[in-house]
């Protein structure tokens, strides 16, 4: 598909593995995005220090995700029920998107992206006729859309999560807010939480109802604010030491300097559309210091 014309914030860049990436250098923000997976590895408000986490170590390659940054998962999440063979998270971040639109407003820039079903996808383990279209607003706010059409001639459901992944000072000194009075599962525990998560050691819970966050980044003096719509619930999680040294893409010394918080319509929460039905799920950052 041809590149659409590009605004003089934005320019097509070859990046690491040859791929090719939109770099976006508006007024009030900086940005990465890859067509692989339409994957956003970062982003800067403008005076401000990198919000988002790359790993050192990530593979860059057609056959990988990407570790940091903005991963979609789509059309599943996590270990696929039926077929625990098929890719964690499902095809979206191992794809190429192609670009659709790159357009500038003031102090902001704008990247449309959009995914099509292939032969490929239509023999995986989610065989439908879809488009997922994908906006991402680079300024000194991050906007970030997801939205899925059902071109099928039947229901389809699927999950989706933005599993963003945030840059921090350190765990130890880093508490995520707007969590507490809300009931969250992991593989060894459920609950409620009881009080603001003070982050330390690995931590990967679901959160069915909660659709905002304050992640309060003392080291840095700033608040990073997320607020979602359309989605129902939110995954919080950080591998720890163990799990991030077991990690081939994970930067062994890493762990302490992220956090995911993932606006996420996952499990009971999946989307189901109708022939012709569309669904869209968005998160908007934003960041406070002090
Ligand atoms: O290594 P992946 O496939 O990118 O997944 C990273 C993590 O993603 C999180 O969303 C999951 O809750 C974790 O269980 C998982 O380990």
Not at 110 to 116: D, G, H, Q
Not at 136 to 146: K, M, N
Not at 191 to 207: F, I, K, M, S, W
Request: proline fraction near 7%.
């Amino acid at each position: 598909m041809p590149t659409p014309a590009l605004p003089p914030s934005v320019r097509l860049l070859t990046g690491p593995g040859g791929l090719p990436l939109l770099r976006v250098s508006a007024a009030g923000g900086t940005g990465e995005v890859f067509l692989h997976g339409a994957h956003l590895t970062s982003w800067t408000p403008a005076g401000q220090s990198p919000v988002l986490w790359m790993s050192d170590a990530s593979r860059f390659a057609e056959n990988s995700p990407i570790r940091g940054g903005v991963p979609i998962c789509f059309p599943w999440f996590g270990l696929h029920a039926d077929h625990p063979e098929a890719p964690q998270h499902g095809f979206a971040r191992l794809s190429t998107w192609a670009l659709t639109e790159a357009s500038e407003h003031g102090p902001a820039s704008s990247l449309v992206f959009r995914l099509s079903d292939t032969e490929q996808t239509r023999a995986s383990v989610w065989p439908h006729r879809f488009e997922a279209i994908y906006t991402v607003t680079i300024g000194s706010e991050l906007r970030l859309e997801f939205e899925v059409v059902n071109l099928d001639t039947v229901d389809f459901s699927f999950e989706a999560a933005l599993h963003n992944y945030y840059a921090i000072g350190n765990v130890l000194s880093t508490r995520v807010h707007g969590l507490e009075g809300h009931q969250f599962f992991s593989s060894s525990a459920s609950g409620r939480e009881e009080a603001p998560v003070q982050l330390g050691t690995a931590v990967d819970r679901r959160y069915p109802t909660v659709t905002t966050a304050r992640i309060e980044d003392s080291d840095n003096h700033r608040v990073i604010a997320v607020a979602s719509d359309g989605s129902d619930g939110a995954v919080l999680w950080n591998p720890g030491p163990d799990k991030a040294r077991a990690m081939e893409d994970f930067s062994d010394d890493g762990w302490p300097q992220m956090v995911c918080f993932e606006t996420a319509n996952i499990g009971e929460s999946r989307i189901t559309l109708a022939p012709g039905e569309r669904h869209s799920m968005r998160a908007t950052v934003s960041v406070e210091t002090h």
